[in-house]
T-cell receptor, first 113, second 115 residues
Framework: DGGITQSPKYLFRKEGQNVTLSCEQNLNHDAMYWYRQDPGQGLRLIYYSQIVNDFQKGDIAEGYSVSREKKESFPLTVTSAQKNPTAFYLC????????????FGDGTRLSIL | AQTVTQSQPEMSVQEAETVTLSCTYDTSESDYYLFWYKQPPSRQMILVIRQEAYKQQNATENRFSVNFQKAAKSFSLKISDSQLGDAAMYFCAYSDGGSQGNLIFGKGTKLSVKP
């Protein structure tokens, strides 16, 4: 079945540690996105990528980094510079056109130890 | 900058009844698209319905329909014959023609369905 796979489902970070969230899609979509979801805040865009080897900052990119070395993969690293990383992280993909909906993964819950 | 506002943090409906969730947006663009997503307790985001701004006809998907008022910049979602499985967070989202698919989300409305 085509879809988006996020892993792990739950992740714990220690102080000063970088952690990486995985996102893989087999929908052959060109565009991929990372969102952060906090209670009462909706979804906020962290980073997005329209094409391999290129990506742009979203509204809340500070403390995060991404790479897009393959079309199907868009990992997100939460660095130690992100002082409040506890949140639910959602990855999405689309064809990259405004009239096309985004398809979402099941999310990763990140917590601080 | 475009914004999306959902003024109802929580709503409740009796099973089999109809409920309407509100969404307003602010934009100076003429070419844009609007979406409603559902996020059940499993947390996966699911597309409910989509509306193109250039279409005057309101979109409908089975029990879900929208009331799109372009001049008022309003995009409400009506759920008919509500079912227990409709209980979820509902997010309104906006994408303009030049955004390459980037979405701006409202803060969501939590819908409860009473048996």
């Amino acid at each position: 079945d085509g879809g988006i796979t996020q892993s792990p489902k739950y992740l714990f970070r220690k102080e000063g540690q970088n952690v990486t969230l995985s996102c893989e899609q087999n929908l052959n979509h060109d565009a991929m996105y990372w969102y952060r979801q906090d209670p009462g805040q909706g979804l906020r865009l962290i980073y997005y990528s329209q094409i391999v080897n290129d990506f742009q900052k979203g509204d809340i990119a500070e403390g995060y980094s991404v790479s897009r070395e393959k079309k199907e993969s868009f990992p997100l690293t939460v660095t130690s510079a992100q002082k409040n990383p506890t949140a639910f992280y959602l990855c999405a993909s689309s064809w990259g056109y405004s009239n096309q909906p985004q398809h979402f993964g099941d999310g990763t819950r990140l917590s601080i130890l | 900058a475009q914004t999306v506002t959902q003024s109802q943090p929580e709503m409740s409906v009796q099973e089999a009844e109809t409920v309407t969730l509100s969404c307003t947006y602010d934009t100076s663009e003429s070419d844009y698209y609007l979406f409603w997503y559902k996020q059940p307790p499993s947390r996966q985001m699911i597309l409910v319905i989509r509306q193109e701004a250039y279409k005057q006809q309101n979109a409908t998907e089975n029990r879900f329909s929208v009331n799109f008022q372009k001049a008022a910049k309003s995009f409400s979602l009506k759920i008919s014959d509500s079912q227990l499985g409709d209980a979820a967070m509902y997010f309104c989202a906006y994408s303009d023609g030049g955004s390459q698919g980037n979405l701006i989300f409202g803060k969501g409305t939590k819908l409860s369905v009473k048996p």
